[in-house]
């Protein structure tokens, strides 16, 4: 296993193959903008959090169905935010029941776990229907699950007071976040759900989305505290997600090891003061997705603005929001349509097809526009935006009136199309014009 960023080049700046595939022809067959995924890559990453009792993938990072069917198959569990999500769980196959075979006497896992902070309508219908574990983020849900499911066990989520993320916008914890039960009111969630006949189980906190492991760490003190709090009642732990994954060109992945024996210990020790078994779950997403997806777009125009340059590319923040949203970097490289060896590098900028300023791949935080090093692109070369496979498609849009993309799953040399391109009709299926 590498624990660089990804090499993603075959010389500077770029990259004719993905996954064993040919990257013109893989254009071809599907058209662009695309998403492909690497299927050896998310089996890879799952293998490598092998040491913990429970993988819950937070499906949100990448739901395709073939994906939650990869992870599925590799004994990864999940985590849905919606009843949408709930009910793409299930269309993939996760049942309903867990069960903790194998797993010498630790307490059976639920399969799908419901995390919010709120339910809506559909929600709550869906958790009450299917009999889904509920981890709550707030003390309303609580009573909420009580008249509808009597005697429910739950999780808490607990904001401990601190967060990290990447950016701002991906910290969960502290004030300045809305997630999670805040760690001082404890002591009177609980007098609810116990009032509301219900029985704490698990307990999670989730600090951040993109955090670095010394923030991650913090938060198993935090909530071993909050265990003891809670009591012998608690079966499960989950030390969320949040895990960091290479982006850029000397970060490295981060050691794994010394984080699960952080954990490992925390959950002994309660598991001797409580006198039984408790089951530690970890809840990432970004971190079996991320590196094995890539988003293909085509070069549509290359010009000049004053002193800078552009490349427009026929996907925009429509396809991939991560840029416009957080200013986040993406690796690039071209894949040319001409053999001839690639040239000197050049700054470029990168936009997209969308009629506002800010569709830009190459911006900071704050949206300042700034560059790439690559090989000279003509229009019909491929631009390849590498590390995409986590918060890319699922968070795409059909904002201008774009159809989502299509996307691939490439396993042991075969690519299969796992979504087909929207269609301009189905762009607006569902509307309809007044008549009369
Ligand atoms: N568990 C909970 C309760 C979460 O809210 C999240 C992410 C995760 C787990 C998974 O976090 P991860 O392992 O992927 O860091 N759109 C942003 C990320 C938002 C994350 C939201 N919650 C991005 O593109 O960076």
Known sequence: MSDTAPNTTESAGIRRQFAGIDLQELAKRHGTPLYAYDASVIRQ????????????????????????????????????????????????GYSTKGSSEGQDNLPAADPIVYTADIFDHESLDAVVQHGIHVNCGSADMLEQLAQRVPGANVTLRVNPGFGHGHSQKTNTGGEGSKHGI???????????????????????????SGADLNHLAAVAESLEKTARDIGRSLTTISAGGGLPVPYQKGEHRADLSEYFKLWDATRKRLEDSFGHRIRLEIEPGRY??????????????????????????????????????????????????????????EAVAIGGPLCESGDIFTQEEGGFVSTRDLPPARVGDLLVIEVAGAYGFVMASNYNSKPFPAEVLIDDGTSRLVRARQTAEELFSGESVPQG
């Not at 990453?45 to 949100?60: E, I, M, N, P, S």
């Not at 805040?182 to 999670?204: F, M, S, Y």
Request: charged letters at 20%.
């Open 45 to 92: 990453r799952c293998a490598d959090l092998c040491d913990w009792d429970t993988v819950r993938f937070a499906q949100k990072a990448c739901s395709n169905l073939a994906i939650l069917d990869l992870v599925r198959r590799e004994g990864v569990l999940v985590d849905a935010v919606s009843h949408g999500e709930i009910a793409r769980a299930l269309a993939a």
């Open 182 to 208: 805040w760690h001082e009111a404890i002591p009177d969630v609980l007098q609810r759900a116990e009032w509301a006949g219900l029985a704490v189980t698990g307990l999670h906190m989730h600090i951040g």
């Open 288 to 345: 079996l997705t991320a590196e094995a997806g890539i988003l293909v777009t085509e070069v549509r125009a290359v010009k000049r603005q004053g002193s800078k340059k552009y490349l427009l590319v026929d996907a925009g923040f429509h396809t991939l929001a991560r840029p416009v949203l957080y200013g986040s970097y993406h690796p690039m490289s071209l894949c040319p349509t001409s053999t001839t060896p690639p040239h000197e590098l």
